[in-house]
C-alpha cells in the first residue's frame, strides 16, 4: 500500500501505540490493563507499520525475529516465579519492594514477560499473512 | 528446593527449554544444544518425581502461595508420575531418533520450540490438579502440535492438519463447556476439592451432561469409537518422529484424562456410564483393528492399531475394578513404549526401503537381519505373545474383565488380539519376508541413532516383559489411588505450608 | 434476563454447529470460533449473573468488595479467549497456506492426505 497519508501518520501511531501500550503495561499492576492487552496494543502498532511502509520495514524495527521475541518473553516470565520458590516455596509467588507510595514486584516483570510473548506471537502470525499477500 | 518442587521441574524444564530454543531462531547449533539438554534434564526430573512418589507417596504444590482450592495445583500420585516418566523416556528416544531423521528444514520451520512445548503440554495435563488448568495443557499440546504436524510443509501434512485442527479444537470447546457446567455446579475447579463437594451437590441434569461432555471431549482426543476419525485421517501424514510421540503420548493424554476424571470426580460404578464405556471400548477395539486390515501404508495400519488399542485401556476403566484400572495403567505404559517404537520402525523401514507402501518393499530380513529382529519386538508384544509386555498387559485386563462379569468384552478383547497379530504379520511378510519386487539399486542402511533408539525401547519392552512383577505391583497401587483417592485429596487440600496460614492471604 | 442469556446461547451453539457442517474450511473455523463464544457465555453464566459492578478492589482497600461481580468467570473467560484466539490465529494461517498450496478450500477437494496412504491402488497404478 502507497499512501502518503497512513505511510506519514504511520510513524506517529507507532510511537503513539507503543507508548500506550507500556503505559497500559504498567497499568495492569493494580487496574485493569496488562501485558496481554498491552502486547496486542503494540503489536498493532507494528501491524500499522507493516501496512504503511511494507513488511520489510516493520521487520527492522522489531529488530530480532518475532519468534525470538515470544521465546525472551516466555523465559521471562518463567524467571519470574522463581523468586518466589527461594523464600516461600511455591512458584510464582511473587516478591514486593515499596518505596514510599510506589510498589513494585517480580509481577511485573511476569507482565512484561506476557508483552514479549504476546508482542512477538502475533507479530509472528501477522507479518508472515502480510508478507505472501502479494505472491498469491 | 529441587526435591520439594519436583512437580514442578517436568513442566518448567521443556518450557525454559522451548522457551530458549525461540530465542535462537535463527541459530541452529544453539538450539540443537539447548534441545538435547532439555530431553535429559526432563527425562531425570521425570525420573527423579518417579522416584520421590514412590518414597514419599502423593506430592502436591501451589502456584503463586495460594492455598489449594483457590490457586492452581500440580500433582503427581503413582499414575501421573508413572505417565510423566514414560513422557521423559518416549521425548529421549524420539530425540534419539530425530538425530538421523529430523531435516534441516524442518528445524528452520521451529522443531526444537515446538518439540519440547508439546512435551510441557503433555506433562502439565498429566501433572495438574486442576480442571481448567488441564484445559490449558490441552490447548498448549493442540497448537504446538499441528505447528509440528506440518513442519514439513506438504500438501498431505496441510490437508492433514486442516482435519487435525478442527476436530480436536472441536473437543476442546466441549471439553470447556463440560468443565462450564462443572463450574456451574459445584463452584470450584480444583480437581481433589470437586472430589469432596460433588457428593454432596447430589445427582442433577447438569452433572450428567457434564459427564457426558467430558466423555466426548476426552474421547475425541483420545481416539474411542465413534469419535476417533480424525487420528487415521492425520498422522500418517507427520515426519516419523512427530508421528511416533504423537502415537506414543498425545492420545494416551486422553486416555488419561478419563482416568482420572472418572475416578475422581464422577465414578463409573453405578453411574450408568458403564455400559456406555464397555460398547465404547469394545466397538474402538473392532473398528480399529479391522481399519488396519485393509491398509497397506506402515503408518496407516499403526495409526488404526493406535485406535484399536486404545480400546483396551478404555475396557480397564469400563469394568472399573481396581484389578481392571491396573491393568488399564500398565496397558498404558506398556502401549506408549511399544506404538512409539513401532512408528520408529516405520520410519526405519522407508529409511531401508524407500516407502512405506509395503506392496512395494521387501527383502529387509536379509538387507538388515538386525532391524527385522528389532521389529519382532514391539511387533509381537503389540499382538500379546508371552513373554512380552503386552502379553500382561492384555492378561491384565482380559482377567479382571472376566472377574468383572464382562465376558464378552473379554471375547472381544481376544479376537481384536488375534487380528492384532494379522496385521503386525502383513508388516512382516510384506516389508521384511518377500522378496522386493525388483532389487533396488541403492539399498540405504539405517543410521545409528535411529537403530539405537529402537533397540532403547525394544529393550524397555523386554524388561517389563521378563520383570514384569514390580511393573505389576506399581500399577495396582496406582489403581488402588485410583479408586480411593483419599491420599490425592489429602495431598492437595491439607497441604500446609512451612509457614503455615501465612499462604493462604491475600497479596498486599 | 436469564431467558435472554439462554437464547443467545443457543442461538451462538447452533449458527456455530451448521457452521461447522459446512464444507468449506473457512466456513469451519467461523463455525469453531461462533461456538466458542457460545462456550465463553456459559462460564460466564455458570457463575451466576448477579452483579454489574466490576471486580476491581478500589484504591485503598485491601480486599473486593460485597457487591463486586464473581471474578473468577471472568478470568476463566478471558483465558479462554485468549487461548481460542491464538488456535483459531493459528487455524486460519493453515488454511491460507492450504488454499496457496493445493487450491482449494473445499472439503470435497482435499484429500492429499486420504490418498497418500491409499489401499485401493495397487503398486503398478501408483507409479
Same mark, same amino acid.
Given at each position: 500500500m502507497n499512501s502518503l497519508i497512513l505511510s506519514a501518520f504511520s510513524r506517529f501511531l507507532f510511537a503513539l501505540m507503543l507508548v500506550v501500550s507500556l503505559y497500559i503495561l504498567y497499568r495492569g499492576h493494580n487496574d485493569p490493563g496488562g501485558g496481554f492487552v498491552g502486547g496486542l496494543m503494540a503489536a498493532a502498532g507494528f501491524a500499522i507499520l507493516a501496512m504503511a511502509d511494507g513488511v520489510q520495514a516493520a521487520r527492522r524495527m522489531v529488530r530480532v525475529h518475532p519468534v525470538a521475541l515470544m521465546g525472551a518473553g516466555l523465559v521471562l516470565a518463567l524467571l519470574s516465579g522463581l523468586p518466589g520458590l527461594v523464600n516461600r516455596g511455591s512458584f510464582l509467588a511473587h516478591w514486593w519492594f515499596h518505596a514510599g507510595d510506589f510498589h513494585s514486584g517480580t509481577a511485573l516483570a511476569f507482565d512484561i514477560g506476557v508483552y514479549l510473548a504476546v508482542l512477538g506471537g502475533i507479530l509472528a502470525l501477522i507479518l508472515r499473512f502480510y508478507e505472501e499477500q502479494p505472491e498469491a | 528446593m529441587l526435591l520439594a518442587q519436583a512437580v514442578l521441574w517436568p513442566v518448567a524444564i521443556p518450557l525454559a527449554t522451548a522457551a530458549l530454543a525461540a530465542c535462537c531462531w535463527q541459530r541452529l547449533a544453539a538450539q540443537r544444544a539447548i534441545s538435547a539438554a532439555g530431553v535429559l534434564l526432563m527425562f531425570a526430573a521425570t525420573l527423579l518425581l518417579l522416584w520421590q512418589v514412590r518414597a514419599e507417596g502423593v506430592q502436591a504444590v501451589q502456584f503463586g502461595g495460594w492455598a489449594a482450592p483457590f490457586g492452581v495445583s500440580f500433582v503427581a500420585d503413582r499414575f501421573s508420575a508413572a505417565m510423566a516418566a514414560i513422557t521423559g523416556l518416549m521425548a529421549f528416544a524420539t530425540w534419539l531418533f530425530g538425530q538421523a531423521d529430523i531435516r534441516r528444514r524442518e528445524e528452520r520451520a521451529g522443531f526444537h520450540p515446538l518439540f519440547h512445548g508439546m512435551l510441557a503440554g503433555v506433562n502439565g495435563a498429566f501433572l495438574t490438579g486442576d480442571i481448567f488448568n488441564l484445559y490449558v495443557w490441552f490447548e498448549v499440546m493442540l497448537i504446538t502440535a499441528m505447528g509440528l504436524l506440518v513442519i514439513g510443509r506438504t500438501r498431505a501434512q496441510l490437508d492433514g492438519v486442516l482435519k487435525y485442527a478442527v476436530l480436536n479444537l472441536f473437543s476442546t470447546l466441549i471439553f470447556l463447556m463440560a468443565v462450564a457446567l462443572l463450574y456451574g455446579v459445584a463452584g470450584t475447579l480444583n480437581m481433589a476439592d470437586l472430589a469432596v463437594v460433588l457428593p454432596q451437590a447430589g445427582p442433577s441434569l447438569t452433572l450428567t451432561i457434564s459427564a457426558l461432555l467430558l466423555l466426548c471431549g476426552f474421547g475425541i482426543k483420545a481416539g474411542y469409537f465413534p469419535l476417533f476419525f480424525w487420528l487415521p485421517a492425520s498422522y500418517h501424514t507427520a515426519s516419523i518422529t512427530v508421528a511416533a510421540i504423537f502415537a506414543g503420548l498425545l492420545t494416551k493424554v486422553g486416555v488419561y484424562a478419563c482416568f482420572r476424571v472418572f475416578t475422581l470426580i464422577f465414578t463409573v460404578e453405578g453411574s450408568g456410564l458403564r455400559e456406555i464405556l464397555a460398547v465404547m471400548a469394545a466397538c474402538t477395539m473392532l473398528f480399529g483393528v479391522f481399519g488396519a486390515?485393509?491398509?497397506?501404508d506402515v503408518r496407516r495400519i499403526l495409526s488404526f492399531h493406535i485406535v484399536s488399542q486404545i480400546g483396551y485401556m478404555l475396557l480397564g476403566l469400563a469394568v472399573a475394578t481396581p484389578a481392571a484400572l491396573a491393568g488399564g495403567i500398565f496397558y498404558i505404559i506398556h502401549h506408549i513404549v511399544v506404538k512409539a517404537n513401532l512408528f520408529l520402525l516405520a520410519g526405519a523401514i522407508h529409511r531401508a526401503s524407500?516407502?512405506?507402501?509395503l506392496r512395494q518393499s521387501g527383502g529387509l530380513m536379509r538387507r538388515s537381519p538386525l532391524l527385522a529382529a528389532l521389529f519382532l519386538v514391539p511387533a509381537l508384544s503389540l499382538g500379546g505373545i508371552p513373554p512380552l509386555s503386552g502379553f500382561w498387559a492384555k492378561f491384565m485386563v482380559i482377567d479382571a474383565s472376566f472377574r468383572g462379569g464382562q465376558g464378552w468384552l473379554a471375547a472381544v478383547a481376544l479376537v481384536t488380539g488375534i487380528l492384532t497379530l494379522y496385521s503386525m504379520t502383513k508388516i512382516w511378510m510384506e516389508a521384511f519376508w518377500k522378496d522386493p519386487l525388483m532389487p533396488r539399486p541403492t539399498a540405504r542402511a539405517v543410521p545409528a541413532p535411529m537403530l539405537a533408539a529402537i533397540a532403547l525401547l525394544a529393550a524397555v519392552t523386554v524388561a517389563i516383559g521378563l520383570q514384569a512383577e514390580p511393573f505389576v505391583a506399581y500399577a495396582q497401587s496406582a489403581a488402588q489411588a485410583l479408586v480411593d483417592p483419599s491420599d490425592y485429596i489429602a495431598a492437595v487440600l491439607g497441604a500446609v505450608p512451612a509457614e503455615g496460614g501465612a499462604m493462604a492471604e491475600p497479596r498486599p | 434476563m436469564n431467558l435472554i442469556y439462554a437464547l443467545a446461547i443457543a442461538l451462538l451453539t447452533g449458527c456455530g454447529v451448521h457452521m461447522l457442517l459446512s464444507r468449506h474450511v473457512v466456513r469451519i473455523i467461523l463455525g469453531v470460533s461462533l461456538l466458542s463464544a457460545a462456550v465463553n457465555l456459559v462460564i460466564f453464566y455458570s457463575g451466576r449473573? !448477579? !452483579?454489574?459492578? #466490576? #471486580?476491581v478492589i478500589e484504591p485503598g482497600s485491601s480486599a473486593l468488595s460485597e457487591a463486586a461481580a464473581n471474578p473468577l468467570p471472568q478470568a476463566l473467560i478471558l483465558t479462554a479467549i485468549v487461548i481460542g484466539f491464538a488456535l483459531i490465529a493459528f487455524a486460519a494461517a493453515l488454511a491460507l497456506q492450504a488454499q496457496r498450496s493445493i487450491g482449494t478450500l473445499d472439503n470435497a477437494g482435499l484429500d492429499v492426505a486420504e490418498s497418500? &496412504?491409499? #489401499?485401493?491402488? &495397487?503398486p503398478e497404478k501408483r507409479r
Open positions: - | 486390515a485393509v491398509q497397506w524407500g516407502t512405506f507402501d | 449473573i !448477579s !452483579s454489574t459492578v #466490576p #471486580p497418500l &496412504g491409499t #489401499p485401493f491402488d &495397487g
